[in-house]
């Protein structure tokens, strides 16, 4: 064997943990991650938009907790659909470039 050789496949076998993507306690790297935090979040101001919706139907809240949550609904709903429309768009221009 070349020393050059055994001298690339140790530097290569040195340099492979710290290219490798780090991940969290759940196994999601940090673009994973973040996203996944995202979706909960949205998940959450959903939930607790429906959950005042409700009270408000049984008399349990204020007209003015209901009127923000469902503000705050609206905003999580035209972000996601912002989010997927940029997605689209650059998919679509993906599409467009040529091989």
């Given at each position: 064997m070349d020393v050059k050789t055994s001298f690339a496949a140790q530097t290569y076998a040195q340099a492979r943990?710290?290219?490798a993507p780090s991940s969290n306690a759940t196994g999601q790297t940090g673009a994973?991650?973040?996203?996944?935090a995202l979706a909960g979040s949205?998940?959450?101001?959903l939930r607790a938009g429906e959950e005042t919706a409700r009270a408000a139907m049984t008399g349990g809240a204020d007209p003015h907790?209901?009127?923000e949550a469902l503000a705050a609904s609206?905003?999580?709903i035209e972000t996601a659909v912002t989010v997927r429309d940029k997605v689209v768009e650059?998919?679509?221009?993906i599409l467009r470039m040529p091989v």
């Amino acid at each position: 064997m070349d020393v050059k050789t055994s001298f690339a496949a140790q530097t290569y076998a040195q340099a492979r943990p710290a290219t490798a993507p780090s991940s969290n306690a759940t196994g999601q790297t940090g673009a994973g991650a973040a996203f996944g935090a995202l979706a909960g979040s949205f998940v959450e101001t959903l939930r607790a938009g429906e959950e005042t919706a409700r009270a408000a139907m049984t008399g349990g809240a204020d007209p003015h907790a209901l009127v923000e949550a469902l503000a705050a609904s609206e905003l999580a709903i035209e972000t996601a659909v912002t989010v997927r429309d940029k997605v689209v768009e650059a998919y679509q221009e993906i599409l467009r470039m040529p091989v």
